[in-house]
Nanobody, 115 residues
């Protein structure tokens, strides 16, 4: 069993920055993948950024050059540094972890970017 605890969401003005964090606990020794997804009101959930056990990263086109995903040395915590935020980034952001073929999700944290 794996538990995920997210932090860092909030309200920020356009052009500002936020840093989201997701800490994994429990059996975390065989983590394969960690990522951030977001879901805006009335829209489907979409991948924002991900990083795998080989430190390969993937970003949505809309956030390339603005967001950076990273993990700590033990790869049990994933961060999403969000710079130059735009109103269209407003969404609930979810942390996702994959381990031995099973997906685990955080509770979600609201990010709101004002004009």
């Amino acid at each position: 069993q794996v538990q995920l605890v997210e932090s860092g969401g909030g309200l920020v003005q356009s052009g500002g920055s936020l840093r989201l964090s997701c800490a994994a606990s429990g059996n975390i020794f065989t983590i394969y993948y960690m990522g951030w997804y977001r879901q805006a009101t009335g829209k489907p959930r979409e991948l924002v950024a991900s990083i795998n056990s080989e430190d390969s990263t993937n970003y949505a086109d809309s956030v390339k050059g603005r967001f950076t995903i990273s993990t700590d040395g033990a790869k049990n915590t994933v961060h999403l540094q969000m710079n130059n935020l735009r109103p269209e980034d407003t969404a609930v952001y979810y942390c996702k972890l994959m381990k031995l073929g099973r997906a685990y999700w955080g509770q979600g944290t609201q990010v709101t970017v004002s004009s």
